[in-house]
Each structure stands twice: as C-alpha cells, then as structure tokens.
C-alpha cells in the first residue's frame, strides 16, 4: 500500500511525486480479429498495474481502444508502460498529464489572493 503525504508541490507517495497521466490509445487499423490473442492478454497484464496501483482506471473505448489513468514515477515508467502496452496492442497513444483536483484549487486560490493584493 503506498504511503500517500501531501508536498508543497503536489502529492508524494512513499517520497515519490505522483504523476497522473490520462493514456488514450487508437490501436493501429488492422482487422480486429486479426490481434485477438493479443487483446485478450492486455487485460491481464493491466489487471497488474491495477493490482500495483499503477493504473487507476482502465476503460474499452467502444469499438477499439483503451482509456487508461495512470500513476507513474516518472517519464521513463510511462515510457516503459506504453511501449509494453505497444507490444501486446500496436497503437498510438494520445497522453495527457493530470493535476490533482486538490492541487488545481489550491492553485486557482493562490492565483486569486495574488490578483487581489
């Protein structure tokens, strides 16, 4: 279980920052049916991530595709994921980083007191 502390700079988890990422892939055009095998082993080895924390959520995207929230270290563990993710699922990823809700309010606050001094 990780050991969630809030920073000034955000949240750390067992003394590492957090970094949210929302991961959409569009898997290349090849006939579905052609990479069934391999679709069916994606969901286990992100059911792995999940049980690690790693991936917080995991959707299918109707018709083709996943929408996942990850959790990573750093770059290179996201690196590392997308092109495991790649492998069993050929793809093009769309990532976006993601700021903690709590996070973005507390900075919409101290933008707000700044403007009113």
């Known amino acids: 279980m990780l050991a969630v ?4 700079s955000g949240l750390k988890a067992n003394g590492i920052a957090v970094m949210l990422c929302l991961v959409i892939s569009t898997p290349r055009l090849e006939r579905p049916s052609e990479l069934t095998k391999a679709r069916q082993s994606f ?22 595709g996943a929408v996942a929230v990850l959790d990573v270290e ?4 996201l690196h590392r994921i997308l092109n495991e993710w790649a492998d069993i699922v050929p793809a093009h990823f769309d990532t976006y980083p993601l700021i ?3 996070a973005a309010q507390r900075m919409l606050s101290a933008q707000g007191a700044m403007k009113s001094e």
């Open 100 to 102: 903690d809700p709590q």
């Open 74 to 77: 750093d770059n290179d563990a």
């Open 43 to 64: 969901w286990p080895w992100i059911g792995a991530y999940q049980a690690r924390g790693i991936c917080r959520h995991i959707y299918a995207r109707a018709g083709r």
């Open 5 to 8: 502390a809030k920073t000034a």
